[in-house]
């Protein structure tokens, strides 16, 4: 039964306990011929099942009888199961984070990766900090960036953009943004989204995008500090 190998329970354990089911208080032997299992096998099987209040026994004629306990014990192993996750789960999702952290780069590619990095700017809800914003981006997913400043303007988060001269009109009507430019920015087909502790410089062509994505606070705050600097010198 695929239910009680989910439970935890062994092979044996899972003949032995079934086997107990349907034949009633049994000996080791009754048990074992019934089952095919080792005698001994089915000793060590009955010990860990007595454990886990699966079963239990009396002692009839100085012999012990084996019997199961009533099915609805399953439920209880599941809630205690359930309950031992909970209380283990603080301690593991601490390993988790800080194994995160160590990742400080990430590598997304394709669309669906891009994609990704951006619904990870939605899930931050912090300031947006554009450098070099590219309208290749919006020729790439038009209808993906309408929704995703739609959700931007739910969760009142602000953009602001360094664009070229030349793209202005490209993010006139970015909602929530405010937008400058410089007379030369590099390359349309790059740009560096900066938000909370964390750095994504993006790479726009056309059949294989990819995200370079930085988790650091140090290496963040420096972006975020070289962007403040050319934002003062930038023209509305």
């Known amino acids: 039964m695929d239910a009680l190998r989910k439970l935890g329970l062994t092979e044996i354990e899972e003949k032995v306990y079934v086997t107990l089911l349907e034949e009633g208080p049994s000996l080791a032997g009754h048990i074992s011929r019934k089952s095919g299992i080792h005698r001994r096998m089915v000793y060590d099987a009955v010990e860990r099942l007595i454990k886990k209040g699966l079963v239990s026994y009396i002692i009839k004629n100085n012999r012990k009888l084996f019997e199961a ?30 194994s995160k952290e160590k990742q400080e780069t990430t590598f997304f590619k394709g669309h669906a990766g891009v994609k990704s990095v951006f619904e990870d700017q939605i899930r931050e809800g912090k300031e947006l900090l554009i450098l070099a914003a590219s309208p290749a981006a919006c020729a790439m997913f038009p209808a993906y960036f309408h929704w995703f400043d739609e959700r931007r303007k739910q969760k009142k988060i602000k953009a602001r953009m360094l664009a070229a001269s030349e793209h202005m009109g490209a993010f006139a009507n970015v909602p929530l943004a405010e937008v400058k430019h410089l007379p030369s920015l590099g390359s349309e087909l790059t740009s560096t989204n900066i938000y909370g502790d964390k750095v994504a410089i993006i790479f726009w062509h056309r059949d294989k995008p990819f995200v370079v994505l930085i988790t650091q606070k140090e290496i963040a705050d420096a972006y975020r500090s070289y962007f403040e600097q050319l934002w003062k010198i930038a023209k509305k």
């Open 69 to 98: 306990v009533d099915p609805e014990r399953l439920l209880q192993l599941v809630h205690e199961q359930e309950a031992a996750i909970k209380q283990t789960l603080p301690q593991l999702k601490l390993a988790y984070s800080l």
